[in-house]
């Protein structure tokens, strides 16, 4: 079975910083989908960015940014120019690519503190 | 554009209660339904899953029970609340395609008193 873990229950950054949010994987398939998910206060869940695992190149959105490390079974979300508004709990998540389910299995979550 | 409910926002009920939960999805068809369930500050579980009306599939062993009795309905139910059934719950729908993400509702906050 696939595990995700998230080694860091919380993590803070500064305004307008930079911070790298880590997630590691074990698996023994070659094809799969990882994922960035945000939950803000409100507690519904966003997804902030997607990686394809035979893509090498890493995947971009915005200010939202990934380390994919497919040999050393890493996935790590950098945020740039960090604002008020990304203070949330952070899930990683991983999916494989023969799941007909399409079922996520989540890591524990990072929270994310923003300071002023 | 597809939107997906679910309702009661927040529960309280007492240690033995029943209990059912609804989730709807609007603007598309044939979807994958999903249940998860989420204790405080901690990542989320999947419950049940399904790819088809009447189609179950349940993650762990547990006090609950999931149906879908339309294509676009996702229930989850007890027959008898424990005090450990407390969480957020949470419904997500997906494409069939494999690359497709998963989309989640807004949750429903349960205290079993």
């Known amino acids: 079975a696939q595990t995700v873990t998230q080694s860091q229950p919380e993590m803070s950054v500064q305004e307008a910083e930079t911070v790298t949010l880590s997630c590691t994987y074990d698996?023994?398939?070659?094809?799969?989908?990882l994922f960035w998910y945000k939950q803000p206060p409100s507690r519904q869940m966003i997804l902030v960015i997607r990686?394809?695992?035979?893509?090498?190149q890493n995947a971009t959105e915005n200010r939202f940014s990934v380390n994919f490390q497919k040999a050393a079974k890493s996935f790590s979300l950098k945020i740039s120019d960090s604002q008020l508004g990304d203070a949330a709990m952070y899930f990683c998540?991983?999916?494989?690519?023969?799941?007909?389910?399409?079922?996520?299995?989540f890591g524990g979550g990072t929270r994310l503190m923003v300071k002023p | 554009s597809q939107t997906i409910h679910q309702w009661p926002a927040t529960l309280v009920q007492p240690v033995g209660s029943p209990l059912s939960l609804e989730c709807t999805v609007e603007?598309?068809?044939?979807?994958?339904l999903y249940w998860y369930r989420q204790a405080a500050g901690r990542g989320l579980q999947l419950l049940f899953y399904?790819?088809?009306?009447?189609?179950i599939s349940s993650e762990v062993p547990q006090n609950l029970s999931a149906s879908r009795p339309q294509d676009r309905q996702f229930i989850l139910s007890s027959k008898k609340l424990l005090l450990s059934d407390s969480g957020f719950y949470l419904c997500?729908?997906?494409?069939?395609?494999?690359?497709?993400?998963?989309?989640f509702g807004p949750g429903t906050r349960l205290t079993v008193t």
């Open positions: 698996t023994s398939e070659s094809d799969y989908y």
């Open positions: 399904s790819v088809g009306i009447g189609q």
């Open positions: 990686q394809e695992a035979y893509k090498q």
């Open positions: 997500a729908w997906s494409g069939l395609a494999v690359k497709d993400e998963q989309y």
């Open positions: 998540a991983y999916r494989s690519a023969g799941d007909a389910g399409n079922m996520l299995t």
């Open positions: 603007g598309t068809s044939n979807p994958n």
